[in-house]
T-cell receptor, first 112, second 114 residues
Framework: AQTVTQSQPEMSVQEAETVTLSCTYD???????LFWYKQPPSRQMILVIR??????QNATENRFSVNFQKAAKSFSLKISDSQLGDAAMYFC?????????FGKGTKLSVKP | AAGVIQSPRHLIKEKRETATLKCYPI?????VYWYQQGPGQDPQFLIS???????DKGSIPDRFSAQQFSDYHSELNMSSLELGDSALYFC?????????????FGPGTRLTVL
C-alpha cells in the first residue's frame, strides 16, 4: 500500500524568503508520479507541481521546485521568493493507480 | 477554460436523511474521482469511474453509492447520513485513468449533517 508522510504540520516563512516543505513516501509501484497540491482558505485544491518517477530531472514551476530523491523516497517542495498568497495548506501525494494518496498536509504561514 | 462543476456547493441535512452530490467533469474528460475531506484532514479517495464503469474503490461506506452517466457526469448518493459524514466532498476529473494524467479538482460540496 502507498503511504505519504509529511512530518511538518506547520511551517512559517518571511515574505521574499525561501522555504522547504518535506515529504517522504512509500510505494511498491514501479511507475508512479508525485505531486504537491495547495489548498488555500477557499479550500480549492490547486496543483502546484508534479513529478514523474521515471524522470531524473527535478520539476520546476516558476518559484516552485522539487528535490526528488528516488532512492530515499523523498520529495520536498522548495518555494522561493515567498509571497503572501503562498499561505495555504500544502499536501504532498502519490498517484500510480489513478486515485491520489495524500499526506496529512503542512500549513504554511507567510509573514509580511 | 472550463473547470469541474459541483453542485450543490453547500448542503445541510439531518441525520438519517439522504443526499445526492453532482459532478460535471471538464469536457472530454472520461474519468471522475470522488474524495472526502473531513475537518482538518487530508482528502481521502472514495471511488472512481472510467468510461461510465467503476474503476477503483477506496474507503467508501456501504451507505454511499455512485455512478457515472452517459454524459460523463457523476453523482454520489449518500443514505442514512451520520454526523461523521459532515465533510467537504471533492470531485476531480482527468483525461483517462492513467496515473500520470493530472486530476483537476472541483470547488467541492460542503455537507453538514445535523
Amino acid at each position: 500500500a502507498q503511504t505519504v508522510t509529511q512530518s511538518q504540520p506547520e511551517m512559517s516563512v518571511q515574505e521574499a524568503e525561501t522555504v522547504t516543505l518535506s515529504c517522504t513516501y512509500d510505494t511498491s509501484e514501479s511507475d508512479y508520479y508525485l505531486f504537491w497540491y495547495k489548498q488555500p482558505p477557499s479550500r480549492q485544491m490547486i496543483l502546484v507541481i508534479r513529478q514523474e518517477a521515471y524522470k531524473q530531472q527535478n520539476a520546476t514551476e516558476n518559484r516552485f521546485s522539487v528535490n526528488f530523491q528516488k532512492a530515499a523516497k523523498s520529495f520536498s517542495l522548495k518555494i522561493s521568493d515567498s509571497q503572501l498568497g503562498d499561505a495555504a495548506m500544502y499536501f504532498c501525494g502519490e498517484g500510480s493507480q489513478g486515485n491520489l494518496i495524500f499526506g496529512k498536509g503542512t500549513k504554511l504561514s507567510v509573514k509580511p | 477554460a472550463a473547470g469541474v462543476i459541483q453542485s450543490p456547493r453547500h448542503l445541510i441535512k439531518e441525520k438519517r436523511e439522504t443526499a445526492t452530490l453532482k459532478c460535471y467533469p471538464i469536457p472530454r474528460h472520461d474519468t471522475v474521482y470522488w474524495y472526502q475531506q473531513g475537518p482538518g484532514q487530508d482528502p481521502q479517495f472514495l471511488i472512481s469511474f472510467y468510461e461510465k464503469m467503476q474503476s477503483d474503490k477506496g474507503s467508501i461506506p456501504d451507505r454511499f453509492s455512485a455512478q457515472q452517466f452517459s454524459d460523463y457526469h457523476s453523482e454520489l448518493n449518500m443514505s442514512s447520513l451520520e454526523l461523521g459524514d459532515s465533510a467537504l466532498y471533492f470531485c476531480a476529473s482527468s483525461l483517462s485513468r492513467a496515473g500520470y494524467n493530472e486530476q483537476f479538482f472541483g470547488p467541492g460540496t460542503r455537507l453538514t449533517v445535523l
